[in-house]
């Protein structure tokens, strides 16, 4: 076995031979990762004196844009969370406010404590990925939403349970769980009409798309979604070009020819 043989294999499952279909970038990277794993393997035993895989690179996976809705679609969402005259709708409601209200993860808003509310200063404490904190703004109707959460919904469920300190809690009073919380979301988006897959990390995207198309510095940005790198944030940046295209073709004096 040379490199070359294996370079030829990576080849071959790429543009598909003998009938097979291609493979696309991801699942050909699995299979030479394998290669490699199992080459590495005989070279450790002995089995060879070489190792022609080592310096095989798995083909790069093209980077996916975050899925993001509009506006509109946001807002029909969040509108048809409820109904608002019961606990569990104003739960759903406010839940789905703070969602998109700050940009959260689904595991950091069923996450959040009371005491992590400071409703009065609109602010909110969220536990990030590897329990690192961040305090970030949020909007008039999410405090709005929770507000009416707080009085009017939660109580009834707490009463329920055994004195959680969770701010989203079940019908049985304990902490709502993250597949509960998705639920709510795809019954949202469903009684809302809108097509296709709408997860919580859709209003996230969502979130920071939006705050890019009305001018929010991508660093900004960063520290809300709690991103340890710019470069992850940077992602979004792609989804706005078509509106960055419009700025420039209307501001540039020379972006269009007389």
């Not at 703070?98 to 969220?126: F, H, K, P, T």
């Not at 690192?132 to 709005?144: D, F, L, N, Q």
């Not at 009463?159 to 795809?186: E, H, M, T, Y």
Request: aromatic share 4%.
């Amino acid at each position: 076995m040379t490199e070359r043989d294996v370079t030829n294999f990576l080849a071959a499952i790429r543009t598909g031979e003998d009938g097979a279909a291609p493979l696309s970038a991801s699942s050909a990277a699995r299979h030479v990762v394998a290669v490699r794993g199992f080459h590495r393997f005989l070279l450790l035993e002995g089995r060879t004196a070489i190792d022609p895989a080592g310096q095989v690179q798995p083909p790069s996976t093209p980077k996916r844009l975050p899925k993001a809705i509009s506006l509109d679609a946001v807002e029909r969402v969040l509108a048809a969370a409820g109904p608002l005259e019961t606990a569990t709708g104003l739960r759903d409601r406010a839940l789905l406010e703070l969602l998109y209200g700050c940009g959260a993860r689904i595991s950091e808003a069923v996450g959040c404590a009371i005491d992590d509310l400071d409703l009065q200063s609109g602010l909110v404490r969220l536990r990030g990925k590897g329990d690192k904190e961040r305090i970030v703004p949020i909007g008039s109707y999410a405090v709005a939403a929770v507000e009416a959460y707080l009085v009017r919904g939660r109580p009834e469920l707490a009463a329920r349970g055994k004195g959680s300190p969770a701010v989203f809690l079940n019908a049985r009073g304990g902490p709502l769980s993250r597949q509960s919380a998705w639920a709510v979301l795809a019954g949202a988006a469903d009684r809302a009409g809108l097509t296709g897959k709408v997860s919580p990390h859709t209003l996230r995207h969502s979130f920071a798309t939006h705050l890019l198309e009305g001018g929010a510095d991508v660093r900004v940005v960063q520290e809300l979604l709690g991103h340890a790198s710019v470069t992850t944030t940077q992602l979004y940046t792609r989804v706005t070009a078509d509106t960055l295209r419009e700025v420039y073709v209307a501001a540039h004096p020379r972006a269009l020819r007389p």
